[in-house]
């Protein structure tokens, strides 16, 4: 049974998709996830088992979370029933449960699975609660999301969380030689020929996604041409015209903007330009607001280069402005511009890390007045109590540097900025030694 989702027969006499029509049916006939359905792994143990616990699959797409779901509520002969998360809510969430119930009057107990359950908010994730706890239906969700970030902490202490990898090419290919050689669910009852690569080629294309695989492998078949014979013949063009351009994996409100940010700044930290323009690719081509690459650009010229080079931060902030007039397409050009200074100049977190013990004794000793030679005394009371009495003025002294303290006493011998030896702030530090002496 399936409730508020897809039919995967949903008009008599139609037939589906490859990809639906190659779904395995038993363990044994899946491809891949060797680390969960491996011999003595735990979805095999718990197959072999019978009892069936409530999960949540993350992984990407097309990597056999649906599948694994059915197969597990089939072999427990429980009652399953799917429904997408995009579709459905509270209200349908409260019939399963009572259909669920009436099922659990007979024996038989019922697999909800849940499509896309990060797109389920709070109180529809709370619906399911009551009925996981008291074992009133098996819960299994899917998530191409974190779902530390995504699923409710009291519903994810109820479910055991399975982490799903995208395919590797090996698999992959496995699984569209399935599907060319299977006469009944797959293509194996056409008469075909595929060019040497062209298995190769969709296979990396697809980036681990056997979904996108096997659709293209079928749209390939669809817009072969045929000789006299009916022979379809896939060509390498043929197949390229079949991918087109996949979309990059890239959510920019999900984990992987994050991977993929967080990439970016650290190849840039690393001093390694082609890493970071690698990742500014994929980020420009994901559709990523330029303007906050910009701004993560802005706050790296502090945060990495700071004083090591002035001028980095001049530079980030005329790439942003520069984004910002241009605009996108020709965008990226000063995107790639200012990736390539940051990344190969000289580092340091010097006057990052400086604010930072500051911050520290600041939270340590809490408001510390100041000494009063260095207060204003802008009236008569302020003169007399001691305010700014005994300050010297830096630019009557040589070089204008002159030994007075600045901060409270409780702080003097506290030091926070100390200059790198890389690149301008090694001047700084000459300069500041040379002040002390």
């Given at each position: 049974?399936?409730?508020?989702?897809?039919?995967?027969?949903?008009?008599?006499?139609?037939?589906?998709?490859?990809?639906?029509?190659?779904?395995?049916?038993?363990?044994?006939?899946?491809?891949?996830?060797?680390?969960?359905?491996?011999?003595?792994?735990?979805?095999?143990?718990?197959?072999?088992?019978?009892?069936?616990?409530?999960?949540?699959?993350?992984?990407?797409?097309?990597?056999?979370?649906?599948?694994?779901?059915?197969?597990?509520?089939?072999?427990?002969?429980?009652?399953?029933?799917?429904?997408?998360?995009?579709?459905?809510?509270?209200?349908?969430?409260?019939?399963?449960?009572?259909?669920?119930?009436?099922?659990?009057?007979?024996?038989?107990?019922?697999?909800?699975?849940?499509?896309?359950?990060?797109?389920?908010?709070?109180?529809?994730?709370?619906?399911?609660?009551?009925?996981?706890?008291?074992?009133?239906?098996?819960?299994?969700?899917?998530?191409?999301?974190?779902?530390?970030?995504?699923?409710?902490?009291?519903?994810?202490?109820?479910?055991?969380?399975?982490?799903?990898?995208?395919?590797?090419?090996?698999?992959?290919?496995?699984?569209?030689?399935?599907?060319?050689?299977?006469?009944?669910?797959?293509?194996?009852?056409?008469?075909?020929?595929?060019?040497?690569?062209?298995e190769e080629f969709i296979a990396d294309g697809s980036h681990g996604d056997a979904r996108a695989a096997l659709n293209c492998l079928e749209t390939a078949f669809m817009i072969a041409?045929?000789?006299?014979?009916?022979?379809?013949?896939?060509?390498?063009?043929?197949?390229?015209?079949?991918?087109?351009?996949?979309?990059?994996?890239?959510?920019?409100?999900?984990?992987?903007?994050?991977?993929?940010?967080?990439?970016?700044?650290?190849?840039?930290?690393?001093?390694?330009?082609?890493?970071?323009?690698?990742?500014?690719?994929?980020?420009?081509?994901?559709?990523?607001?330029?303007?906050?690459i910009a701004r993560r650009m802005v706050i790296f010229a502090s945060e990495d280069i700071g004083n090591a080079d002035p001028r980095a931060l001049s530079v980030a902030l005329s790439?942003?402005?520069?984004?910002?007039?241009?605009?996108?397409?020709?965008?990226?050009?000063?995107?790639?511009?200012?990736?390539?200074?940051?990344?190969?100049?000289?580092?340091?977190?010097?006057?990052?890390?400086?604010?930072?013990?500051?911050?520290?004794?600041?939270?340590?000793?809490?408001?510390?007045?100041?000494?009063?030679?260095?207060?204003?005394?802008?009236?008569?009371?302020?003169?007399?109590?001691?305010?700014?009495?005994?300050?010297?003025?830096?630019?009557?002294?040589?070089?204008?540097?002159?030994?007075?303290?600045?901060?409270?006493?409780?702080?003097?011998?506290?030091?926070?900025?100390?200059?790198?030896?890389?690149?301008?702030?090694?001047?700084?530090?000459?300069?500041?030694?040379?002040?002390?002496?």
């Open positions: 049974m399936e409730l508020f989702g897809r039919e995967e027969y949903s008009k008599p006499g139609a037939r589906p998709p490859l990809a639906g029509r190659m779904r395995p049916k038993r363990i044994d006939e899946f491809v891949g996830q060797g680390h969960l359905v491996g011999e003595g792994r735990f979805l095999n143990s718990i197959l072999k088992k019978g009892d069936l616990p409530s999960l949540i699959l993350w992984g990407p797409p097309g990597t056999g979370k649906t599948t694994i779901a059915r197969i597990l509520a089939g072999a427990s002969g429980a009652e399953f029933v799917e429904f997408s998360a995009v579709l459905s809510g509270v209200k349908e969430i409260r019939e399963v449960v009572k259909e669920a119930k009436e099922n659990l009057k007979s024996g038989k107990k019922t697999v909800l699975f849940v499509d896309e359950i990060h797109r389920f908010n709070k109180a529809q994730q709370d619906a399911f609660l009551h009925s996981v706890e008291d074992g009133t239906i098996t819960l299994i969700g899917a998530t191409t999301e974190n779902p530390s970030f995504e699923v409710n902490g009291p519903l994810l202490s109820r479910c055991k969380v399975l982490v799903l990898e995208g395919l590797s090419q090996e698999s992959i290919r496995k699984i569209l030689d399935r599907a060319l050689k299977d006469r009944d669910r797959g293509l194996g009852g056409l008469a075909h020929r595929i060019d040497e690569g062209v041409g045929t000789d006299g014979s009916g022979m379809r013949h896939i060509t390498m063009d043929v197949a390229v015209e079949a991918m087109q351009k996949k979309a990059l994996l890239y959510d920019k409100s999900g984990e992987e903007h994050y991977n993929v940010i967080s990439a970016f700044i650290k190849s840039m930290r690393g001093s390694d330009p082609d890493s970071a323009l690698y990742w500014l690719a994929r980020m420009v081509e994901a559709g990523e607001d330029p303007l906050f790439i942003k402005e520069a984004v910002d007039f241009v605009g996108m397409p020709e965008g990226w050009i000063p995107l790639a511009h200012g990736v390539t200074y940051l990344a190969t100049a000289p580092k340091s977190n010097a006057s990052y890390t400086a604010y930072l013990d500051a911050l520290e004794d600041v939270k340590k000793y809490g408001a510390l007045p100041a000494p009063l030679h260095i207060r204003n005394a802008p009236t008569r009371l302020m003169k007399d109590l001691g305010y700014s009495k005994g300050y010297k003025y830096p630019h009557d002294f040589k070089g204008a540097v002159v030994e007075q303290d600045y901060r409270p006493p409780e702080l003097k011998d506290r030091a926070y900025y100390r200059p790198s030896e890389r690149g301008y702030e090694k001047e700084i530090r000459e300069r500041m030694e040379k002040g002390k002496k």
